[in-house]
């Protein structure tokens, strides 16, 4: 997550509705007999449904109709202006080029439920005493609990092997988690960069053989249209492909999965390297890896409200901020109010929160972190080692440090929080992916505080940014990533908002925007108030998710966003 540096004085920066109803306008924003030459489109375009249809160009949208390039496809809309009616349910919104044009208003984000306060207690100090002076990956064991479903073990496997594994009647989702073992290799080489390495299924397949999901079939799909977002590996050696999550991935996790025997086809990115004409690792296609495999079922349908345990380790040099000291550390306390209040919106309540403290020796190697898209792929980075440090238990581990810096970050933003993986392996603590580190070096700027959420209040940028971290580490994407382009740039949620760049920047910007033809980096960003318009196609700055913090966060968090938080399996149902 980051903060853009253009801010003082801190220096920073439901289930998807069917398409139901007899309005057959062009653009009616519910449909189900739409008039000739329509088809009611159903996507993270038109959540809710639109009767509208396909385009090349404005041509083919008639008097007055724009073809516009949303991050679907490209499809007729009608212009309007000042003082002009849109057919029901659109508003008259801003797109780029295109001038005014009706466009679906932003879904509103969901309500949040009514929690008591958590259990705040001291672990205190955790950790080997002195550095152990070398690289560790460890295999840990799950803490996943019986009683919210099975943990099954499918022992150890290499990329190509074929895998059955029952799940139990009546799932409703779960989650492959994959260890590797330290022989592995960990990176793969590319021309153009050097990529985490780790397991996921190539397929798999359910007891009456039918295709639930395939790797390679699901690129030709939108995100929201996939049992998961597309899995490309997040960590190296351990990485977790966690149903559901998108929006296709909750309509069947609420139908329920066919209990029996199914199969998993398992692959990584070393061998599925090969096919790729830009590898250029000397490994390419090797299947000698080697993966401890378990998977993590749950059952009941999607809950409507879920609990969840947090443990915080301080890595600091700042001798005020100790585990012992946090229960009742003023700041602390109002940056965890901020996470509580934030998860209260997406469902789910806080129960018990630990605070452990790391011996010196982790304090001064660990407290100042550097990631790139280099040390992220490398298990033996400080960022990667500092998350074997972690507990065992079925919880969510936040790392605070005084600071990071980060070489790949957009050009005028500083980096604040970084996980160690998308979704998380919940409920296997300690591996070198099993956690995301939290900037604290605002948490001490307190003075300008006030009642509501301020950037001027570092307490509550510590805390909106340990929210934002934990909504990663439990299955979310950012809604929409800092370039804006279409595609892959959106996360897998129908009812989150969108940012487009080239419908929502300033005329002057809209030219570097990413999916403009001859853009040159750096691009522009899609930032603040041009996310915040009030549609879908030009929303969701206010969102918990969005990639950058602002004055204009509010910690939204839409419907289908909190159902993927309350299926992760590190959520008990309440």
Request: glycine share 10%; proline share 7%.
């Amino acid at each position: 997550m980051r903060t853009p540096t253009i801010y003082a004085p801190l220096a920073l920066a439901g289930v998807l509705a069917a398409c139901t109803g007899t309005a057959t306008d062009p653009g009616s924003a519910k449909c189900g007999s739409c008039a000739s030459g329509l088809t009611c489109v159903d996507s993270a375009d038109f959540p809710g449904g639109l009767c509208t249809s396909s385009c090349s160009s404005s041509s083919q949208c008639g008097v007055g109709g724009h073809c516009l390039q949303l991050s679907t496809g490209r499809f007729c809309l009608p212009g309007c202006g000042s003082g002009d009616a849109c057919p029901t349910g659109l508003v008259c919104g801003n797109a780029g080029a295109d001038g005014r044009v009706c466009l679906v208003p932003a879904s509103p984000p969901a309500t949040a439920v009514s929690c008591p306060a958590p259990t705040v207690s001291s672990g205190g100090t955790v950790g080997p005493g002195s550095d152990p002076g070398t690289c560790l990956k460890p295999i840990v064991s799950t803490r996943y609990p019986s009683s919210m479903g099975s943990a099954l073990s499918l022992g150890t496997h290499s990329p190509g092997d074929s895998i059955q594994f029952t799940l139990p009647a009546g799932t409703s989702g779960f989650s492959i988690v994959s260890q590797g073992h330290s022989a592995n290799a960990s990176e793969v080489h590319f021309n153009s960069a050097v990529v985490p390495n780790a397991a996921f299924p190539a397929s798999l397949s359910t007891p009456s053989s039918q295709s639930f999901y395939n790797w390679l079939n699901s690129l030709s799909l939108a995100p929201s249209d996939r049992p998961v977002n597309w899995y490309t590996p997040f960590a190296p050696l351990t990485g977790a492909f966690t149903f559901p999550g998108s929006t296709s991935g909750l309509l069947t996790a609420a139908q329920g999965l066919a209990g029996g025997s199914w199969t998993l086809q398992l692959d990584d990115l070393l061998k599925e390297c090969a096919v790729f004409s830009d590898c250029a690792d000397p490994e390419r296609g090797s299947t000698a890896a080697l993966y401890d495999l378990t998977v993590l079922t749950r059952s009941g349908g999607i809950p409507a409200k879920g609990g969840l345990d947090l443990a915080i380790y301080i890595v600091s040099e700042d001798s005020t901020l100790t585990a012992a000291a946090a229960p009742n550390d003023h700041d602390l306390q109002r940056a965890l109010a901020q996470v509580q209040a934030d998860f209260a919106r997406a469902g789910i309540c806080l129960q018990t929160v630990t605070y452990y403290d790391v011996p010196a020796w982790a304090q001064m190697r660990f407290n100042l972190i550097a990631v790139s898209n280099t040390v992220i792929a490398d298990p033996c980075s400080d960022y990667r080692q500092l998350f074997t440090l972690a507990q065992p238990g079925n919880n969510i581990s936040l790392f605070l440090v005084d600071g990071i810096t980060d070489a790949s970050g957009p050009p005028g933003n500083r980096t604040i929080g970084y996980d160690g993986a998308v979704p998380q392996a919940s409920s296997f603590s300690g591996t070198v992916a099993g956690g995301a580190i939290v900037s604290s070096g605002d948490l001490r700027d307190s003075q300008r505080c006030s009642a509501t959420f301020s950037l001027s209040c570092g307490p509550d940028l510590v805390g909106y940014t340990m929210a934002h971290e934990m909504g990663h580490a439990l299955g979310l994407f950012h809604p929409t990533e800092s370039q804006g382009a279409t595609g892959e740039d959106f996360d897998p949620i129908v009812d989150s908002p969108q940012c487009l760049c080239s419908l929502c920047v300033s005329d002057s910007a809209r030219a570097q925007c990413a999916d403009q033809q001859g853009a040159k980096s750096p691009y522009t960003l899609v930032e603040d108030t041009a996310c915040t318009q009030g549609t879908q196609s030009c929303g969701g700055a206010d969102y918990l998710m969005f990639w950058l913090v602002s004055d204009i966060s509010r910690g939204n968090v839409s419907p289908q966003e909190g159902q993927v938080m309350r299926m992760n399996p590190v959520v008990r149902p309440l």
